[in-house]
């Protein structure tokens, strides 16, 4: 009987070893964010837009009366041309809000989203903390990465009083 050679198959590339690795997520495309497109009428950063979709959108937060945005604060003591600050996002404590009847000592937390432009000055940031906790206002930094990757939890973590920014933990 004849011997039928058949051709060889091409051989399969051995499986990986380990865990599949991540594929990076490039958080400058809108596609890959887990928040909607930031609409025409939100002058501000996505940052910002990341914050107000989660406090308003899906915690179901009121504008102007559990959170205000672009408040003006005073603390004179920040900028020699003007006696405000303006807080992207104050959430007050008391009965009827959101957050509560009891923040300790403060009366309410201000969010502070980073931005491409915004905070180039560690210590202009430590000074701001240290003039509005004198006045009762709780300052949360939410840096950039974090907050385009996952609102949600820097939100949720700035909602319970911690601030997980690399300068809120002395960075």
């Given amino acids: 009987m004849a011997r039928i050679d058949l ?27 887990p928040f909607p497109e930031k609409p025409a009428w939100f002058s501000g950063p996505v940052t910002e837009w990341a914050v107000y ?14 959170v205000y945005y672009q408040a003006h604060l005073f603390a004179p003591e920040l900028y020699a041309s003007r006696d405000f600050f303006r807080a992207d996002f104050v959430l007050p404590y008391g009965r009827g809000r959101a957050l509560g009847p009891s923040g300790g000592h403060y009366h309410a937390i201000v969010f502070d989203p980073e931005s491409v432009y915004t905070h180039p000055d560690p210590g202009m940031d430590l000074l701001r903390r240290a003039i509005l906790d004198g006045q009762g206002y709780l300052l949360i930094l939410m840096d ?18 911690i601030d997980i920014s690399i300068r809120g933990r002395g960075g």
């Fill in 53 to 66: 979709y989660d406090l308003i959108e899906v915690r179901h937060f009121k504008l102007n009366q559990d």
């Fill in 7 to 33: 051709p060889r198959m091409p051989r399969q590339p051995a499986a990986p070893k380990g865990p599949p690795k991540a594929r990076p997520t490039n958080l400058s495309e809108e596609s890959q964010r």
């Fill in 144 to 161: 950039m990465e974090p907050l385009l990757r996952d609102p949600h939890y820097v939100v949720g973590k700035g909602l319970e009083g």
